[in-house]
């Protein structure tokens, strides 16, 4: 079983400015690498970034960054200099298969 | 090519209609997935199939019947849905433990 938990349903962030999402989860499969999607208004599912659940670094993909605690079971992604167009609801799917209740992040001008 | 290409986008079909959602990908994919998606709520996962034989259903009631014909294909047949059946259905697939690609949905309507 998964448990996937977004507690931050709402998020505002100045342009230009850096935000962080947060997201635990509790998988009874420790294989699972964590994913985080973005999800526009206009419903297509885009892949940010993954972490492996055995990799020691945090991953990196351009402006997004995983901060990855194993130990916790965290995996908060931080998006640095945020754009309009990183308005969304944001979802950390263990292995793709559940997702938690997802945070809308606003990009303020 | 790396899409996943569902059809129809938008569906509006009679509680009493047959009807099916199509799924296909050109990318090797082993795993093809559907989930559901209601207004404003997180996609729910629906099947998984894993090199084309049912690996996970969600509990799904059974006027949902999924179908994997061959590796690149992955049709939902729908049949007697109710209206609180109307919702986006995500179509995507993965190679493995790796990020999974996603169709732009099949928006349906059951009237």
């Known amino acids: 079983a998964q448990k996937i938990t977004q507690t931050q349903p709402g998020m505002f962030v100045q342009e230009k400015e850096a935000v962080t999402l947060d997201c635990t989860y509790d998988?009874?499969?420790?294989?699972?690498?964590l994913f985080w999607y973005k999800q526009p208004s206009s419903g297509e599912m885009i892949f940010l970034i993954y972490?492996?659940?055995?990799?020691?670094q945090n991953a990196t993909e351009g402006r997004y960054s995983l901060n990855f605690q194993k130990a916790r079971k965290s995996a908060n992604l931080v998006i640095s200099a945020s754009q309009l167009g990183d308005s969304a609801m944001y979802f950390c799917?263990?292995?793709?298969?559940?997702f938690g209740t997802g945070t809308r992040l606003t990009v303020i001008p | 090519d790396t899409e996943v290409t569902q059809t129809p986008k938008h569906l509006v079909m009679g509680m009493t209609n047959k009807k099916s959602l199509k799924c296909e990908q050109h990318?090797?994919?082993?795993?093809m997935y559907w989930y559901k998606q209601k207004a404003k709520k997180p996609p729910e996962l629906m099947f998984v199939?894993?090199?084309?034989?049912?690996?996970i259903n969600e509990s799904v009631p059974s006027r949902f019947s999924p179908e994997c014909p061959n590796s690149s294909l992955l049709n939902l047949h729908l049949h007697a849905l109710q209206p609180e059946d109307s919702a986006l259905y995500l179509c995507?697939?993965?190679?493995?433990?790796?990020?999974?690609?996603f169709g732009q949905g099949t928006r349906l309507t059951v009237v």
């Open positions: 995507a697939s993965t190679s493995g433990n790796t990020e999974a690609f």
């Open positions: 972490q492996g659940s055995y990799d020691q």
């Open positions: 990318m090797g994919h082993r795993a």
């Open positions: 998988t009874s499969d420790p294989s699972y690498g």
């Open positions: 799917p263990p292995g793709n298969l559940f």
């Open positions: 199939y894993s090199y084309e034989k049912l690996s």
